[in-house]
Nanobody
Framework: QVQLVESGGGLVQAGGSLRVSCAASGRTFSSYAMGWFRQAPGKEREFVAAISRSGGSTYYEDSVKGRFTISRDNAKNTVYLQMNSLKPEDTAVYYC????????????????????WGQGTQVTVSS
């Protein structure tokens, strides 16, 4: 089992940047593929980005490609989401999530593939 705690959310103006972090504890962090999802008020939780166990493979939702970067530091048990050129439509609660993965290079894209979730961190982008 792994416990996930997000941090780094906040209020930023459109065009600004923010980095959210997710610290993991429990079983070996490098055993998990990691992802970020977000949920805006009145909307379903949606995929944002994913990274493989090794960090060598990443995948992004189309609307954040070129603006967001997911990364991980297995020595620090932490996954990051660097968000640049933020837009008001990026406003949401951002959730860190972990999925068991046999292969080092696999990324997980579906919500149902993830087992462990953090409590979320609010990101608000003002226009």
């Amino acid at each position: 089992q792994v416990q996930l705690v997000e941090s780094g959310g906040g209020l930023v103006q459109a065009g600004g940047s923010l980095r959210v972090s997710c610290a993991a504890s429990g079983r070996t962090f490098s055993s998990y593929a990691m992802g970020w999802f977000r949920q805006a008020p009145g909307k379903e939780r949606e995929f944002v980005a994913a990274i493989s166990r090794s960090g060598g493979s990443t995948y992004y939702e189309d609307s954040v490609k070129g603006r967001f970067t997911i990364s991980r530091d297995n020595a620090k048990n932490t996954v990051y989401l660097q968000m640049n050129s933020l837009k008001p439509e990026d406003t949401a609660v951002y959730y860190c999530t972990a999925a068991t993965s046999v292969l080092q290079t696999t990324v997980k894209l579906m919500l149902r593939e993830y087992r462990y979730w953090g409590q979320g961190t609010q990101v608000t982008v003002s226009s």
